[in-house]
């Protein structure tokens, strides 16, 4: 069974406008949570992680995540994206000292 | 930057050869983990190492790979008789274990192509 979905493979979006990335995860991953994001042939890099505490959390680059435990999510959202946001952006969560990805979401940013 | 390295950084192959890996990760971090990334996919885990014990390995990992890490410094994934299927990204991540979901850090990943 998935542990962790994102709903959205593609999120088109215009420049300096907000959007909002997807995440939902299943009962078979802790409740630490994270977002990474892979620029065009690189590696990945954290842009922020839930462990506890405060439901929202900040990021790098302007990057924002609210846990909701009710609805089991962790959406991923930006106020008003840049072209530099063009990337993947991966949900995951932690499982037995490993961490479990969602398949990714590509963000577009239109000009 | 993450401060964690992997080499080579493309690797073009054909089937049936060998290949090796190599990850150097920050130093003096515990733990070194090992990923492959497919067109379209999330990282998926392959295998992880607490300095120089292999503590697990996953079902993708068949036996045609193997990882070794033997000061507890850097690692390599080696896969043999390699397969058009084995073309993908293999990531490597470490991090310094305190106890609580510990932030792992990326390499920038070898992309293996095998023809």
């Known amino acids: 069974a998935q542990s962790v979905t994102q709903l959205d493979s593609q999120v088109p979006v215009f420049e300096e406008a907000p959007v909002e990335l997807r995440c939902n995860y299943s009962?078979?991953?802790?409740?630490?949570l994270f977002w990474y994001v892979q620029y065009p042939n690189q590696g990945l890099q954290l842009l922020l992680k839930?462990?506890?505490?405060?439901?929202l959390v900040k990021g790098i680059n302007g990057f924002e995540a609210e846990f909701n435990k009710s609805q089991t999510s962790f959406h991923l959202r930006k106020p008003s994206v840049h072209i530099s946001d063009t990337a993947e952006y991966f949900c995951?969560?932690?499982?037995?000292?490993?961490?479990?990805f969602g398949k990714g979401t590509r963000l577009h940013i239109l000009p | 930057d993450t401060g964690v390295s992997q080499d080579p950084r493309h690797k073009i192959t054909k089937r049936g050869q060998n290949v090796t890996f190599r990850c150097d990760p920050i130093?003096?971090?515990?733990?070194l983990y090992w990923y492959r990334q497919t067109l379209g996919q999330g990282p998926e885990f392959l295998t992880y190492?607490?300095?120089?014990?292999?503590?697990?390995k996953s079902r993708l990992l068949s036996d045609r790979f193997s990882a070794e890490r033997p000061k507890g410094s850097f690692s390599t994934l080696e896969i043999q008789r390699t397969e058009q299927g084995d073309s993908a990204m293999y990531l490597c991540?470490?991090?310094?274990?305190?106890?609580?979901?510990?932030?792992?850090?990326f390499g920038p990943g070898t992309r293996l192509t095998v023809l």
């Open positions: 995951a969560g932690n499982r037995d000292d490993k961490i479990i």
């Open positions: 009962s078979s991953v802790s409740v630490y």
């Open positions: 839930y462990l506890s505490g405060s439901t």
């Open positions: 130093s003096e971090h515990n733990r």
């Open positions: 190492f607490q300095n120089e014990a292999q503590l697990e």
């Open positions: 991540a470490s991090l310094r274990t305190s106890g609580r979901a510990d932030t792992q850090y």
